[in-house]
């Protein structure tokens, strides 16, 4: 198990869907959402034609890679080590953070900037820095709208998606202070130009740079990042430290194989067909560099991965983070990332968390699910979310996870469905019935205890004869 | 450093386990390990990456183009500095350019354009335009490469407003995987520059209500010459 400071419990889920579901403006903007990145990532699958053919590659790829993971990450080791990086072991949440809160403090940092990077998230980081007196800016435009507001992401690749821009412009009224006051903040325009500025003053005084990676690759010693502003490139060249926190799973064997799973990340996440800028980051500057850092650190971090090798949902560790799940699932479309209280939300939330905090506090996330299917049909590494998400299911039935009411229906159910005459028996008795108290109309326009059914629809009453009766009264005539 | 050894033997051996290991693969694990990392095959390749070089120069255009970036084609080194000059003219910015000792861009004809001046090294918080050279591209999708050290140093392709990237157009491949292969020629096997930045067009956020805005953090303008 891992440990994660997260708020993930069944309370909290229950009280973030009603919320999600009476916030207007959040139900708007989860459907732009849905209708943007759903649209685009299809264009981008129907312009690349070899698209489900890398598909099938890069599962190939990251299999192979999780099934030589040891091997890999020790020739990754080697590799970064010989271009003048080092490496750094963390078993655990609490292992990595201490591990960087400790470069910082060899660094003499004051101020660390940080790239988007949900594993520093995952493990608390900034939380841990801050604590110790070291000033983090977050660079990534969303996640510094949430620095300043103390809020949390509601998606993996969008993170103020639930967010307006008079919202923001509140934020940055209130955060960037030393700004003249009643400055025009009324366009998206001027809000970016301002974090623009105010952001540019901290990559530039950083003593620390700190990134996550998309990708590490063993052939080079490299760390992988994409992004479409730059933060990530100017977090990683400008300070004079740069340390990679990223999880082992991250791993690929070579640089063709990172290509392979290139094609995919963007077109699948966003429907873009390469983000704007994809960096390759192999050890400090060399001799002779006029720029960039003269440290480079990956920390990598196991927090559980290592468990979910072993077991089950080993599958899981070939995410790549790319969104696409959440985008087209009906449930995450509905109520946003806020509602899952953990750092990874949607189907691959759903399978993840409970791996890192237990499936006894993190139930609701696989139960919120109609396997309706689509995320796995949009997964470009083929993750089985689903399949998993109902193995989840079944360890927390086993468990006792799910209320009493629920248990006790089920076996009532169970005992009867194991028992034909019985069911036979008691389903002619209780349908005719059924039919006769929802007097005749057809439906039940509300019953006592469906009331959070039939609160915004009927519930169709039986006609008043079991499938058997009406079978076995059946006219035999030709009609087959 | 005792802790560090325990942390790294930790995770290894959790691995080991998880996977089960008997000890009895271990040659042919490594063999299949060593295999991949020396010959490091080839996936798929889009078919719109094997095209001819013509077809190539005209997907980086379009590509470079569709994401954002200016892109101006020039027959001769002459032609490549006056849509330099231009571009800069364009944009009311002033004939400054950041940039490093690039011997391609050392020897474009600076002498025919006494007015524009260069100042070399790393690029300054005032710089307002940069210009680099990228030694090669990936036309598949308007992708540019750029590789750190004093030839063409990282920060001028992130901190100016207006970055200008001259590439020749023999070194526009089709495939990232060509691309790379470019790149192990000039610096060598497994192993790669501290930085080799992909660039595909300005920088960009749809952070903010989904709506597309240049310039988030890097540069606001990417203006691509394309040499021969």
């Known amino acids: ?480 | 450093m005792k802790a560090s050894g325990q942390a790294r033997a930790t995770v290894l051996s959790r691995i080991r386990a998880a996977l089960r290991l008997t000890g009895k693969q271990d040659g042919a694990r490594e063999a299949a390990v060593e295999d991949r990392l020396n010959r490091h095959p080839r996936g798929t390749i889009p078919a719109r990456a094997l095209a001819g070089q013509e077809a190539l120069l005209e997907l980086l255009q379009t590509m470079l183009a569709s994401q954002g970036a200016e892109v101006t084609l020039a027959a001769t080194p002459e032609d490549a500095l006056r849509a330099i000059a231009g571009g800069l003219r364009a944009h009311d910015i002033p004939p400054i350019l950041r940039v490093g000792t690039d011997p391609v861009l050392e020897a474009l004809p600076w002498e025919t354009r006494p007015s524009l001046e260069r100042r070399f090294g790393p690029a300054e918080p005032e710089d307002r335009a940069a210009l680099s050279r990228a030694q090669m591209a990936a036309a598949e999708t308007g992708t540019l490469f750029l590789v750190s050290g004093a030839d063409n140093p990282t920060t001028l392709n992130f901190l100016p407003e207006t970055h200008i990237v001259l590439i020749c157009a023999g070194d526009v491949a089709g495939s990232y995987e060509e691309a790379f292969d470019r790149l192990r020629a000039i610096y060598g096997e497994s192993t790669l520059p501290r930085t080799v930045n992909l660039i595909s067009g300005p920088s960009r956020t749809a952070d903010i209500e989904q709506t597309i805005v240049r310039g988030a953090h890097g540069p606001k303008r990417l203006h691509v010459v394309i040499l021969g």
């Not at chain 1, 608390?124 to 510094?144: K, Q, R, S, Y």
């Not at chain 1, 934020?171 to 003249?180: C, I, K, Q, S, V």
């Not at chain 1, 019953?447 to 058997?468: I, M, Q, S, V, Y």
């Open chain 1, 1 to 480: 198990m891992s440990d994660l400071p997260q708020d993930v419990s069944s309370e909290g889920f229950k009280q973030g869907v009603a919320r999600a579901l009476a916030d207007a403006e959040l139900q708007r903007a989860l459907l732009n959402v849905k209708r943007g990145f759903i649209v685009k990532r299809a264009a981008a699958r129907a312009k690349l034609p070899e698209f489900d053919q890398l598909r099938d590659e890069a599962r190939a790829i990251k299999d192979h890679t999780l099934a030589h993971l040891d091997l890999y990450l020790e020739a990754y080791e080697r590799k970064v080590i010989e271009s003048g990086g080092q490496v750094h072991f963390a078993p655990s949440a609490a292992d990595a953070r201490d591990i960087v809160l400790g470069l910082c403090q060899d660094a003499g940092a004051r101020l660390v900037t940080k790239g988007k990077s949900m594993v520093s998230e995952e493990i608390g980081l900034d939380a841990h820095l801050e604590a110790a007196g070291i000033e983090v800016a977050e660079t990534d435009l969303g996640d510094h709208i949430l620095q300043i507001r103390g809020d949390r992401p509601s998606h993996i690749i969008a993170p103020v998606i639930h967010l307006n821009k008079e919202e923001i412009a509140e934020d940055f009224a209130r955060a960037h202070g030393e700004l003249p006051r009643g400055r025009p903040l009324d366009t998206v325009q001027a809000l970016v130009t301002e974090a623009r500025a105010v952001l540019r003053q901290k990559f530039l005084k950083a003593d620390v740079g700190i990134t996550g990676a998309n990708l590490l690759i063993a052939e080079t010693g490299s760390s992988v990042i994409v992004t479409n502003e730059g933060n990530g490139d100017l977090t990683e060249t400008l300070p004079r430290m740069h340390i990679v926190v990223a999880s082992i799973e991250k791993m690929v064997p070579t640089l063709e194989d990172a290509c392979t799973i290139l094609r995919l990340l963007a077109r699948s996440g966003t429907g873009q067909e390469i983000t704007t800028y994809t960096t390759f980051a192999t050890g400090p500057a060399r001799d002779g560099d006029p720029d960039g850092p003269r440290q480079y650190h990956v920390v990598l971090l196991d927090n559980g991965r290592s468990e979910l090798l072993g077991g089950d949902f080993r599958d899981m560790l070939r995410c790549i983070r790319c969104g696409a799940c959440l985008n087209h699932c009906p449930v995450y479309g509905t109520i946003g990332g806020h509602a899952y209280g953990s750092v990874y939300p949607g189907p691959m939330g759903a399978v993840l968390t409970p791996a890192l905090v237990g499936i006894g506090r993190a139930r609701d996330l696989p139960n919120a699910s109609s396997f309706c299917g689509r995320c796995e049909e949009v997964c470009p590494m083929a993750i089985p979310l689903p399949a998993l998400m109902r193995k989840w299911r079944e360890r927390d039935f086993a468990q006792g996870g799910p209320p009493l009411g629920q248990r006790l229906a089920l076996k009532l159910w169970a005992f009867a469905a194991k028992r034909p005459r019985l069911y036979h028996a008691l389903t002619g008795a209780l349908v005719p019935l059924a039919a006769r108290l929802a007097g005749g109309k057809g439906r039940f326009r509300s019953l006592p205890f469906a009331h959070a059914w039939t609160e915004t629809r009927d519930l169709p009453a039986p006609e008043g004869k079991t499938f058997h009766a009406l079978y076995r009264h059946k006219p035999r005539s030709g009609t087959p």
